[in-house]
């Protein structure tokens, strides 16, 4: 089975609001797949079924093999911190925190001592081009470097998943496409799976395929 991401026939609602509407996809191990579709039509929403962030209402959730939806919260927030590595918009770093202890932290977590946390955080944030702001705190950086300290913070665990939620969308597009190259180099390093949720067509021309959404449904035909 190895890392194969699987949805199968996934509903979720918010209130009336029907988001996901019996969608299924599967995503091989190494793939890399941006998930687009207008505002609204629930990619956001599936990002976060896959990556045991939410739970879906009905349909069923696969990693690995193993049934992910059905976890209680403590086992998929394991399950994150084990084997996924999660990029989200705004970076989403612990303010207090310097930028080479908010890339330690998972690892933290996950009972490393702090000076092997911290020196494998270094070392990732000279990977991710950041190394000169790693004793910065967040709000002094540039939504540029925040996103690379959140590229760096996301791969310090050697994840089998990344998953990136419009982590390009607060940037320039020359700022973009260098966390973007650096999100893709950095995820061949370790040959993981990368799920990226973007409206923007160039970071989608990345990836190897497209799943396209419409209303909550996969659609073969581009938006
Ligand atoms: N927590 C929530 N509470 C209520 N409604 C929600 C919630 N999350 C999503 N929705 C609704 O579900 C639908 C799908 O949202 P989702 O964020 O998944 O879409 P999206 O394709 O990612 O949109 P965007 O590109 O604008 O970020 C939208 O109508 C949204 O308003």
Redesign the pocket.
């Known amino acids: 089975m190895m890392s194969t991401l699987e949805a199968w026939q996934i509903e979720k609602a ?2 009336r ?1 029907h ?1 996901l509407r019996g969608l299924s996809a599967t995503i091989e191990p190494g793939e890399v797949v941006a998930i687009t ?1 207008p ?7 599936l990002l976060h079924c896959l990556s045991g962030i939410m739970r879906p209402e009905t349909g069923e959730v696969y990693y690995a093999g193993q049934r992910v939806d059905t976890l209680d919260e403590a086992a998929r927030t394991r399950l994150r911190r084990e084997h996924f590595g999660i990029v989200f918009q705004f970076g989403r770093l612990v303010p207090e925190l310097t930028a080479a202890e908010n890339v330690a932290l998972p690892l933290l977590f996950d009972r490393h001592g702090r000076e092997e946390a911290m020196t494998v955080a270094r070392a990732w944030l000279e990977e991710a081009g950041a190394i000169e702001v790693a004793d910065a705190r967040p709000l002094e950086l540039s939504g540029g470097q925040l996103q690379r300290v959140a590229v760096a913070r996301a791969l310090v665990t050697a994840p089998k998943i990344i998953f990136a939620d419009e982590p390009t969308g607060a940037l320039d597009s020359v700022a973009g496409e260098r966390v973007l190259s650096l999100l893709l180099a950095a995820a061949r390093l370790n040959n993981a799976t990368v799920v990226i ?1 973007t ?1 923007d067509n160039q970071v989608a021309a990345y990836a190897d395929r497209e799943i396209v ?1 419409r209303d909550g449904v996969t659609t073969g035909v581009p938006a």
């Open positions: 918010f209130g609001t988001a579709g505002s609204g039509s629930g990619k956001s929403t949720v409206h959404l």
